[in-house]
């Protein structure tokens, strides 16, 4: 598949762009603001050549496109590829507003193009198996999720993550991965949310506590999220609470397949779960967005993915401004 990259970004080159080369896939251009500095990243990553020019990147007999620039400039990026009538994966969150994400999903729906939202947890070998415990009925029925997506941010990204305008922010870059995971491994919709935000000398509020409400096909489960850019010295963590048996799994919100998962019962028999093959979430979730390009299934994390978890963040975002409960809209049963 022949790739044009728009955002000369930290994520492409780091993970993207070796899953691209390891696929056997061709990242033809990438698109950035300085031609310079574009052209120099398009050496040191292997890219074909580098542009400042959307269109001329476009014009070059690409089939996909990866959207990586900035939050705010994602939704100029999907649509210009949508209009190509080129397929499109895009970096969460979609947007800064629903309104614009929505309207990204919408356009490539209407051009018939595959559109795919880059959660990559969902890639997780770790998650996976948290979502495989759910599914087969071992944990029984879903009581509640506990998530730690508690890291340090890296000096290299405390650009405009931290309040600039960009739109990202603990909650934008972290909580809308939560969203999204809790989603895919439960099967349930966040329905409500309750957000306190803590100012730990990052930028403004940089960790998060969230409580939440799930639901879904007559389900009603507790969610408890904490988010943080400030912990230097934790592990990630997911835990599934249900019915039948809990599951805990370490270092799961990462960006690697690693992480133990851990099946515990009331008789307090704890059971090492095997996780399957450990391989690299970008390349499993690139690899499955080539099948859906090509006519089978859908990418791992659609379009529509995409807006659910946004509204998500967002809805924690409203809360921790008003310091009021948010209600999603999410009414009856979801499917
Ligand atoms: P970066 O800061 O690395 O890149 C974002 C944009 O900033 C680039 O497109 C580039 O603009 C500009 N930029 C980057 N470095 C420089 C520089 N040295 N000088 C000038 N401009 C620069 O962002 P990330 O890679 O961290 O994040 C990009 C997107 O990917 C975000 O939406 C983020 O939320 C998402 N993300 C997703 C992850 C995942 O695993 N799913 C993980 C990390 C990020 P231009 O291209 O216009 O030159």
Known sequence: MRWALIGASDIAATQVLPALRQLGHEPVVVVGSDGERTARYAIRNGVGYGTTSIEEALGAGVDAVYVSTTNERHAAGVHAAVGAGCHVLCEKPLAPSLDQARAMVDAAAGAGVVMATNHHLRNSPVIAALRGLVADGTLGRVLG??????????????????????????????????????????????????????????????????????????????????????????????EVFGTAASALATDAMSQTPDGEVVLR????????????????????????????????????????????????ALAVTESLMTGRRVSLGITGDIA
């Open 145 to 238: 999720v506990r998530v730690a997506h508690t890291n340090l941010l890296p000096e290299r990204l405390r650009g405009w993550r931290l309040g600039s305008e960009a739109g990202a922010g603990v909650v934008l870059d972290l909580t809308v991965h939560d969203v999204d995971t809790v989603r895919f491994v439960t099967g349930m919709e966040v329905l409500e949310v309750a957000a306190i935000g803590v100012a730990q000398g990052m930028s403004g509020l940089d960790a998060v506590a969230v409580a939440g409400r799930l639901g879904g096909d007559g389900a009603d489960a507790t969610l408890h999220l904490h988010d943080a850019f400030t912990t230097p010295h934790a592990r990630t963590a997911f």
């Open 265 to 312: 019962r009331a008789d307090r028999e704890e059971v090492l779960v095997d996780v399957g093959e450990r391989e690299n979430l970008y390349v499993r979730g690139l690899r499955a967005f080539a099948e859906a390009v090509a006519g089978h299934g859908e990418p791992p994390c659609t379009g529509e993915d995409g807006v659910r978890s946004l509204a998500g």
